[in-house]
T-cell receptor, first 113, second 112 residues
Framework: AQSVTQLDSQVPVFEEAPVELRCNYSSSVSVYLFWYVQYPNQGLQLLLKYLSGSTLVKGINGFEAEFNKSQTSFHLRKPSVHISDTAEYFCAVSGDTGNQFYFGTGTSLTVIP | ETGVTQSPTHLIKTRGQQVTLRCSSQSGHNTVSWYQQALGQGPQFIFQYYREEENGRGNFPPRFSGLQFPNYSSELNVNALELDDSALYLC???????????FGQGTRLTVV
């Protein structure tokens, strides 16, 4: 069984400041890890994914994440946020069930001008 | 744009009624999954279909059922609607051998 914990439900940050959204997972098998973004009244857009290889993963819109197997974490980072980054962010895991995803409860990122 | 389309975008139903939601997968994709996203929550896996057969199911009762058609379109059917079924329903299109999936914009179902 797999599960995901997003440690922060809401993260306010000033424009051009750095941000980190935290994600921890649990799984008894090897996993694939994902971050999705959801804008109001829209579906999910893939930001980045970790499947194998380098533990530092770069995605769209300047986001990156680092897979840490020993800490079972996959935190999302951006060095300088923009107003347009205001959205809901979901961490997800899939594993032995292929592309069946288990999502965290989400982190609401609000960028303050 | 993910190439995955869902219809309708919004729907209001009365408790006890039945509803059918539709999804058109990305061309060539042989797998479709459905998720329920309640307000303020993350999406929860309902079930997955691969080559028209159910290929995994989450913790949802049998009144949630699905179909996948040869052209890779899909339906989610919910019988005996309950107020708690109010949610955004997302479908995700993929290849069975791929680790990633592409999501549609969702159908917002309100049960009154």
């Amino acid at each position: 069984a797999q599960s995901v914990t997003q440690l922060d439900s809401q993260v306010p940050v000033f424009e051009e400041a750095p941000v980190e959204l935290r994600c921890n997972y649990s799984s008894s098998v090897s996993v694939y890890l994902f971050w999705y973004v959801q804008y109001p009244n829209q579906g999910l857009q893939l930001l980045l994914k970790y499947l194998s290889g380098s533990t530092l993963v770069k995605g769209i819109n300047g986001f990156e994440a680092e897979f840490n197997k020993s800490q079972t974490s996959f935190h999302l980072r951006k060095p300088s946020v923009h107003i347009s980054d205001t959205a809901e962010y979901f961490c997800a895991v899939s594993g032995d069930t292929g592309n069946q995803f288990y999502f965290g409860t989400g982190t609401s990122l609000t960028v303050i001008p | 744009e993910t190439g995955v389309t869902q219809s309708p975008t919004h729907l209001i139903k009365t408790r006890g009624q039945q509803v059918t939601l539709r999804c058109s997968s990305q061309s060539g994709h042989n797998t479709v999954s459905w998720y329920q996203q309640a307000l303020g929550q993350g999406p929860q896996f309902i079930f997955q279909y691969y080559r028209e057969e159910e290929n995994g199911r989450g913790n949802f009762p049998p009144r949630f059922s699905g179909l996948q058609f040869p052209n890779y379109s899909s339906e989610l059917n919910v019988n005996a609607l309950e107020l708690d079924d109010s949610a955004l329903y997302l479908c995700a299109s993929s290849l069975i051998e791929s680790a990633e999936a592409f999501f549609g914009q969702g159908t917002r179902l309100t049960v009154v």
